[in-house]
């Protein structure tokens, strides 16, 4: 038997397209909507001027992408799409509270999130551009 077992993917691990699509739909919504995050001007005007679904095809895209499904993500890259946005630290812990709470509605198992997480935490440099002025 010289069969090679291969460990399933994040990707399917998930679910496959249609849940990481959902997870998704739900993260956008809490981040575009999220007070943190819109207090930043520049990402308040970025929500108002981006199409959530656009939005939401584009993060599915890469979320399918970085964990190993067949779709390319065609979008920008995560530091040109967030160069002007100016995203401090706290802004970035935002959005990581926004990310564990979809998690946790969607009860995706904890060693599939901590994958996950690692994947978004990878993006961080590209990501937090400002320093944080918060006391």
């Not at 460990?7 to 679910?15: A, E, I, S, V």
């Not at 397209?17 to 005007?45: F, K």
């Not at 959530?52 to 065609?74: D, L, S």
């Not at 599939?112 to 937090?128: H, N, P, R, W």
């Amino acid at each position: 038997m010289n069969e090679k077992i291969t460990k399933p993917t994040l990707y399917d691990r998930l679910g496959g397209v249609y849940s990481i699509a959902a997870v998704v739909d739900d993260l956008i919504d809490r981040v575009m909507h999220n007070p943190v995050l819109n207090a930043n001007p520049a990402v308040d005007e970025a929500h108002h001027r981006v199409s959530a679904a656009g939005f939401k095809y584009y993060v599915t895209e890469m979320v399918c992408w970085a964990t190993g499904g067949p779709q390319n993500y065609t979008g920008r890259t995560m530091r040109e799409s967030h160069k002007d946005l100016k995203i401090t630290e706290s802004e970035f812990a935002a959005f990581c509270k926004d990310f564990d709470d979809t998690m946790a509605k969607f009860n995706v198992p904890e060693a599939e999130q901590m994958e996950l997480f690692a994947i978004v935490q990878s993006t961080k440099g590209d990501i937090v551009t400002s320093v944080s002025t918060d006391a």
